[in-house]
T-cell receptor
Framework: DTEVTQTPKHLVMGMTNKKSLKCEQH?????MYWYKQKAKKPPELMFV???????INESVPSRFSPECPNSSLLNLHLHALQPEDSALYLC????????????FGPGTRLTVT | GNSVTQMEGPVTLSEEAFLTINCTYT??????LFWYVQYPGEGLQLLLK?????DKGSNKGFEATYRKETTSFHLEKGSVQVSDSAVYFC???????????FGRGTSLIVHP
């Protein structure tokens, strides 16, 4: 199984809402990532978890809060977002802290109204 | 620091034409190189990779050779299909850091 799953596929939320994005992988990967992707741009790294610990936070605003409940799951909690946060949010995983390729999920298309 | 430069798109081709998408890189040490593809409405998929100089990665008719002397990893396909229409990202990862650096992406449009 080389699949990374993400839910929901689409999300529309108001600026006062609280919502969560979910990501799951069953490949035994020990590194998991959140990316933000705007149209026609490469993905921008937001967070990295390595062995279930947050290892990289790319100066992401606190309205985005990541969580890694176990080695297979990754959440991104959203609160008080801005319209400019509308984007495709991608989850990815890789084997660990070596030079390995990443496996991406299909993404969550987020619209903030 | 690391960087990846890709040719600007879109690249527009007719079906069965030959494809080249140029990618050059700057990195310390000996990076691993990757091509990812993103079809409309989907996430990125690894297309091929090469981990050392002169390695050739290949998949689904696409090929790319790791050229250390020219710091390049150009993507080629001999005969493109309409289904190859997508955005292609060149990327690298350096030893000691598992965070990839992505190029800007090149959009490929293939007409019947």
């Amino acid at each position: 199984d080389t699949e990374v799953t993400q839910t929901p596929k689409h999300l529309v939320m108001g600026m006062t809402n609280k919502k969560s994005l979910k990501c799951e992988q069953h490949m035994g990967h020990r590194a998991m990532y959140w990316y933000k992707q705007k149209a026609k741009k490469p993905p921008e790294l937001m967070f990295v978890y390595s062995y279930e610990k947050l290892s990289i936070n790319e100066s992401v605003p606190s309205r985005f809060s990541p969580e890694c409940p176990n080695s297979s799951l990754l959440n991104l909690h959203l609160h008080a977002l801005q319209p400019e946060d509308s984007a495709l949010y991608l989850c990815a995983s890789s084997q660990g802290d070596r030079i390995y390729e990443q496996y991406f999920g299909p993404g969550t298309r987020l619209t903030v109204t | 620091g690391n960087s990846v430069t890709q040719m600007e798109g879109p690249v527009t081709l007719s079906e069965e034409a030959f494809l080249t998408i140029n990618c050059t890189y700057t990195a310390t040490g000996y990076p691993s190189l990757f091509w990812y593809v993103q079809y409309p409405g989907e996430g990125l998929q690894l297309l091929l990779k090469a981990t050392k100089a002169d390695d050739k990665g290949s998949n689904k008719g696409f090929e790319a050779t790791y050229r250390k002397e020219t710091t390049s990893f150009h993507l080629e396909k001999g005969s493109v299909q309409v289904s190859d229409s997508a955005v292609y990202f060149c990327a690298l990862s350096s030893r000691g850091s598992y965070i990839p650096t992505f190029g800007r992406g090149t959009s490929l449009i293939v007409h019947p």
